[in-house]
């Protein structure tokens, strides 16, 4: 497992700098909504148990409780994927590479990572009132060559985030100058 000490494949004498998940606002979000849709069906009951006579019949009652079993159970699923792949989400910052975790899925993963002197476009984006109150944004990192784009998404700090990394590869280029892009070796 992860920790902020520790991942697999660590390269010997590699110090992990910033260990970030997503901002704690993405999993409140999930956790809101799983209130507010787990609700439904009783304000559903109390609504036509007024109304309508048929919810006190046996047959009505027994569809109606198979009916909110299944719908517990659906927001109880989307609860814990959503939570699940909020918290399996990881990006790793160490002294040599930074480390994108994505959960695609409930068994599915893509690990990849950029060696820092490789980095040349590091680049924060905040947007929406939200983001911008409880300070969370979005860094993408492009590095030299044909490589797709990191996207730290939805990070606290992504500012500071980007600032630091953007130091790191500039120290790692200088103490390592043979690693630079393949620009700079042409």
């Keep these: 497992m992860y920790t902020k000490h520790h991942f697999p494949n660590q390269k010997p004498n590699e110090k992990i700098l910033m260990f970030i998940r ?3 606002i993405v999993v409140a ?3 809101i909504l799983s209130i507010l849709i787990s609700v439904l ?3 559903f009951y109390l609504f036509f148990a007024r ?5 006190s019949q046996d ?3 027994s569809v109606y409780v198979l009916f909110n079993s299944a719908y517990a159970l659906f927001v109880i699923l989307f609860t814990f994927s959503n939570f699940i792949d909020y918290y399996l989400d990881v990006w790793i910052v160490t002294d040599m590479r930074v480390i994108n975790i994505e959960q695609k899925g409930l068994f599915a993963r893509e690990m990849s990572e950029k060696e820092l002197g490789r980095m040349q476009d590091i680049t924060s ?3 929406g009132f939200w983001a911008t109150v409880f300070h969370f944004g979005d860094v993408h990192i492009q590095t030299a060559g044909e490589e797709q784009r990191f996207i730290f998404k939805q990070i606290p700090e992504a500012d500071e985030v980007t600032r630091q990394i953007s130091d790191l590869a500039a120290e790692y ?3 390592h100058p043979e690693s630079g892009s393949e620009e700079d070796v042409a």
Excluded at 51 to 55: A, D, H, I
């Design 22 to 24: 997503r901002h704690w």
């Design 59 to 61: 047959l009505y009652r």
């Design 173 to 175: 280029r200088k103490a």
């Design 41 to 43: 069906p009783i304000a």
């Design 125 to 127: 984006e905040i947007k």
């Design 51 to 55: 109304q309508y006579e048929f919810l």
């Design 29 to 31: 979000k999930i956790i």
